[in-house]
């Protein structure tokens, strides 16, 4: 069974600054998809990023990107020049290709950023 | 473009009442699924439709049940509540491929 695992419940960053969310991730798969997705106090969850594992090279949205390490089963999330409006929860995401069409979540990081 | 609406936004029920939930996905949208989010078990999937079927399911009791109707629109019923069952319940579309899915802003459980 696949596994996703985000090991930091609650983060801080002051803003304007980097930060870096970790997810390592349990799959035999070999093709299979990852997101991270971010649920602000809205409730609503955004597609902040989506990786392809057959891709090699990082997917990049503005000032999000990330550091996808295949071997390491390891899909991080860079967030730049934090702003205050990206506080949120933020959640990583697999999805396989073998047509089950359902996402394993982490439990989700609490990312606040500091004037 | 509109978005995925979920409509309640807010409901309570008492325990052994049954519940509703309705989601409209985004136009064109063929698949829609249902998740459940508490705090101590976090997004858990309950099933996925596509074109009126039900293409996956996750591992929740026989009370929890769903269906889509020939619009895309599908609804999620909950019978015989358990307090339990109080959460955030998240309904997603997608065009039916693998690239992501939209979420809407979710029914906020209640149970009494």
């Known amino acids: 069974a696949q596994t996703v695992t985000q090991s930091q419940p609650e983060m801080s960053v002051q803003e304007a600054e980097t930060v870096t969310l970790s997810c390592t991730y349990d799959?035999?798969?070999?093709?299979?998809?990852l997101f991270w997705y971010k649920q602000p106090p809205s409730r609503q969850m955004i597609l902040v990023i989506r990786q392809e594992a057959y891709k090699q090279q990082n997917a990049t949205e503005n000032r999000f990107s990330v550091n996808f390490q295949k071997a390491a089963k390891s899909f991080s999330l860079k967030i730049s020049d934090s702003q205050l409006g990206d506080t949120a929860m933020y959640f990583c995401a697999f999805m396989t290709t073998s047509g089950t069409y359902k996402y394993i979540f982490g439990t989700g990081t609490r990312l606040k950023v500091l004037a | 473009k509109a978005g995925v609406t979920q409509t309640p936004r807010y409901l309570i029920k008492t325990r052994g009442q049954q519940v509703t939930l309705s989601c409209s996905p985004i136009?064109?949208?063929?698949?829609v699924s249902w998740y459940q989010q508490t705090p101590g078990q976090g997004l858990q999937f309950l099933f996925e439709?596509?074109?009126?079927?039900?293409?996956n399911k996750g591992n929740f009791p026989g009370r929890f049940s769903g269906r889509q109707f020939s619009n895309s629109r599908s609804e999620m019923n909950v019978s015989t509540l358990e307090l339990g069952d109080s959460a955030l319940y998240l309904c997603?579309?997608?065009?039916?491929?693998?690239?992501?899915?939209?979420f809407g802003s979710g029914t906020r459980l209640t149970v009494v």
């Open positions: 799959t035999s798969e070999s093709n299979y998809y």
């Open positions: 136009s064109g949208h063929r698949s």
């Open positions: 997603a579309s997608s065009p039916g491929n693998d690239y992501g899915y939209t």
């Open positions: 439709y596509f074109s009126e079927t039900q293409r």
